[in-house]
């Protein structure tokens, strides 16, 4: 069996993650972008990381601003992930018609989400083409949806419950 790039990325696709679209200012500019590549890293102290590719000017903007913003996207905001992964034809503003709310860290909080978590950079490694950018959380808080978006085979995806699942609880 051959191990090549193309395997790699198809195996990949094959896990399902939550979508989330990470937000910072710098310089009284709005920056966003969808991240899949989030997780939760310590309790004590409370830290998250996100993989950002180094190849996008967010990348950059997080390392200047030091603070970010992790925003879990709901199930209906499939607009708003498929709008910061600059998968939209003519959006040159992501955060148009968006009213945000700021953090106590002054990153833009997009309503409707899930929850949100509002970051220091605390760390930053070197993974491959992506940066691992450790936060530490310093804020958090719950929003509006109801059910996650989900990322899995290279698409978006709603969870709907159909009440036939057994609670695994």
Not at 27 to 54: E, K, N, Q
Not at 128 to 156: C, K, M, N, Q, W
């Amino acid at each position: 069996m051959t191990f090549d790039a193309q395997s790699f990325r198809n195996a990949l696709a094959r896990f399902a993650s939550g979508v989330t679209v990470v937000t910072t200012r710098l310089d009284g500019t709005l920056h966003g972008l969808t991240v899949s590549a989030f997780s939760s890293l310590s309790l004590d102290p409370p830290l998250v990381i996100i993989c950002v590719s180094r190849n996008i000017q967010s990348h950059d903007v997080i390392s200047q601003s030091g603070v970010f913003a992790v925003n879990f996207l709901s199930e209906d905001q499939v607009e708003l992930g498929r709008r910061f992964a600059g998968l939209i034809d003519g959006v040159v503003d992501r955060f148009e018609g968006i009213q945000c709310v700021p953090s106590p860290e002054d990153n833009p909080l997009i309503p409707g989400c899930l929850g949100w978590l509002d970051c220091k950079v605390w760390k930053t490694f070197d993974g491959g083409d992506h940066s691992i950018f450790v936060g530490e959380v310093v804020s958090a808080g719950t929003g509006s949806g109801d059910l996650p978006l989900l990322y899995f085979d290279r698409r978006l995806h709603g969870l709907r419950e159909t009440g036939d699942e057994p609670d695994i609880l």
